[in-house]
């Protein structure tokens, strides 16, 4: 049973400690293993990826690589409403994202002195997509279609094969759709290692995205600094701040729509009507009823779930700050006045309209988004996250000339005296 939390029984400081707790757990036998499974893909390669393919899920493809033709033939055998459904989500997420494409510039002032940023995509990006239960053919979408736009030149893609030995035929219309250049059918760990450190069939990328489970997200954790990576993700979350206005109805559903990813997501309700937070809570123990996962949206509610009453949407708003949140739903009869007063959140949903899971697959905007507080800090998924930026400088001689006193000065007050040297020499008569 999700938890009604009073603000006299349980401070909301205190729930938000609890909850960074279930963020920050390790587990070093997984860090060890990981460990070891890079190494041996850093010094073994292929021979490594086959081995560790084969063990862990049962069947290693003589062939990692799944040709572009064999990639199209898939899609073709998928249902046709979801390849349609999955092209009308493609073209909204690229609308959105290509309004955040930046382009380099150039300063040209009057004394010669010219100043710019160059901005380009990346060479080459991995994308690390689940396979079985967890496979989600959106998750393609938002990592392959932001890096097209920001120019990246190949995008390798790289899946667990199934039982069968065969890919997600779903995975396969994702990528195809999406226009990913490369797809390999390895997963775990290794997959992760390949993409890093290049093996004979896998080429080296400059980054790697993409969702995975605790051992692909520790593999990527220690391949920081050899390649760049998105983020490190925790379990799923939402905080959705609700006033008396609210369909228990809906927001029952919304937040069962999170805690069913996962025993260790988090769905929380504030909301400033004790009426609705009840209602909520019955809403919630009808509709799991007729649910696939009730089982995990049970255990994720009861251990981190709370329905929390309010004295007011002020204190609600500074709590949903203080949690930092990765999606926050704000259901209120005028959302958008809360705009610039949540500053804290990976994404926003405003009003009875626009739940999570509009977000999750089809309005544009990413769904790779900071969880576990790192919103304060991090932000989603972008074309951002798949360029690289580098500055010019060009001076003439009468304007270095004009600067270099402010320089030697600079640079002898730091005791970096060659620095000022290079300076000086250039103007010795």
Known sequence: MIQLVKKEEKTTREFVQQLMQRAGEKDKRVDAIVAEILENVRTRGDEAVRAYTQKFDGHAPENMEISQQEI???????DPDFVDALERAAENIRAFHSKQKQQSWLDTQANGVILGQRVRGLEKVGIYVPGGTAAYPS?????AIPAK??????????????????PNPDIMAAAYVAGVDRVFLVGGAQAAAALAYGTES?????????????????AKKHLYGIVDIDMIAGPSEILIVADETADPKFLAADLMSQAEH???????????????????IAEIERQVQNLERKDIINRSLDDFGAVIVCETMDEAVEFANDLAPEHLELCAANPLEYIGRLDNAGSLFLGNYAPEPLGDYYAGPNHVLP?????????????DSFVKKSSFIYYT??????????????????GLTAHANSIKVRFEK
């Open 72 to 78: 199209a033939h898939m899609a073709t055998l998928c």
């Open 139 to 143: 998750s393609v979408l938002m990592n």
């Open 149 to 166: 736009i920001a120019g990246v030149k190949e995008i390798v893609m790289v899946t667990p094969p199934g039982k069968d030995g065969k």
């Open 202 to 218: 896998i080429p080296k990328v400059d980054k790697i995205v993409g969702p995975g489970n605790i051992f692909v997200a520790t």
């Open 262 to 280: 996962d025993v260790l997501a988090s769905a929380i309700l504030l909301t400033t009507s004790e009426t609705v937070a009840t209602q909520t």
């Open 371 to 383: 969880t576990s507080g790192t919103a304060r800090f991090f932000s989603p998924l972008s074309v």
């Open 397 to 414: 001689e009468d304007a270095l000339k004009t600067a270099k006193d402010d320089i030697v000065i600079l640079a002898e007050t730091e």
